[in-house]
T-cell receptor, first 113, second 115 residues
Framework: QQQVKQSPQSLIVQKGGISIINCAYE??????FPWYQQFPGKGPALLIA?????SEKKEGRFTISFNKSAKQFSLHIMDSQPGDSATYFC????????????FGQGTTLQVKP | DTAVSQTPKYLVTQMGNDKSIKCEQN?????MYWYKQDSKKFLKIMFS???????INETVPNRFSPKSPDKAHLNLHINSLELGDSAVYFC??????????????FGPGTRLLVL
């Protein structure tokens, strides 16, 4: 119930293409869903986040789509660039759980020039 | 100005040794965390401290002991190191506890290799 399942494990996209990463969760008590981006040799950094009271959030080329009934959310990267090549983690947390983030397994994205 | 810093960056040691990793944040945050990232890049929380008080203690072997001398520092001491402890350890901080929507800021990681 505490798991967040992420797919695919790896993704290769051509420059200018759309990258899509999917996550699913079981615990309906989760109320915050961030995405973190991690470059090789660096720590993860917050990319974008959503709460379940909205179905979509967009920041530049990055969009989170959220489907509360299906308990799924996804990250869309439009016009993918080689600089977007990184590992992406979805995560979930709940207000009652002291900031504890449950991370998905991660997706390694490679954007080919 | 580094927001969350960790030392050392790399740590290579023999099985059975005791080692410590230090973390400092200059963001004025109240809450700090330790995460472990395994060889498959899976990230899992280990501990969390709020203003020097332990608030999250996951099922981590008691060979791991966090210590927070003040709210800007959270150190991780590991006794009797085992091969399976090899991983990247990340320190993170956030402004407020009991507010899970707060962004967590991660340090650069400490790469521990136990031989």
């Amino acid at each position: 119930q505490q798991q967040v399942k992420q797919s695919p494990q790896s993704l290769i996209v051509q420059k200018g293409g759309i990258s899509i990463i999917n996550c699913a969760y079981e615990n309906t008590a989760f109320d915050y869903f961030p995405w973190y981006q991690q470059f090789p040799g660096k720590g993860p950094a917050l990319l974008i986040a959503i709460r379940p009271d909205v179905s979509e959030k967009k920041e530049g080329r990055f969009t989170i789509s959220f489907n509360k009934s299906a308990k799924q959310f996804s990250l869309h990267i439009m016009d993918s660039q080689p600089g977007d090549s990184a590992t992406y983690f979805c995560a979930a947390s709940m207000r009652s759980n002291t900031g504890k983030l449950i991370f998905g397994q991660g997706t390694t994205l490679q954007v080919k020039p | 100005d580094t927001a969350v810093s960790q030392t050392p960056k790399y740590l290579v040691t023999q099985m059975g040794n005791d080692k410590s990793i230090k973390c400092e944040q200059n963001l004025g945050h109240d809450t700090m965390y330790w995460y472990k990232q395994d060889s498959k890049k899976f990230l899992k929380i280990m501990f969390s401290y709020n203003n020097k008080e332990l608030i999250i203690n996951e099922t981590v072997p008691n060979r791991f002991s966090p210590k927070s001398p003040d709210k800007a520092h959270l150190n991780l001491h590991i006794n009797s190191l085992e091969l399976g402890d090899s991983a990247v350890y990340f320190c993170a901080s956030s402004q407020v506890v009991l507010a899970p929507q707060e962004t967590q800021y991660f340090g650069p990681g400490t790469r521990l290799l136990v031989l």
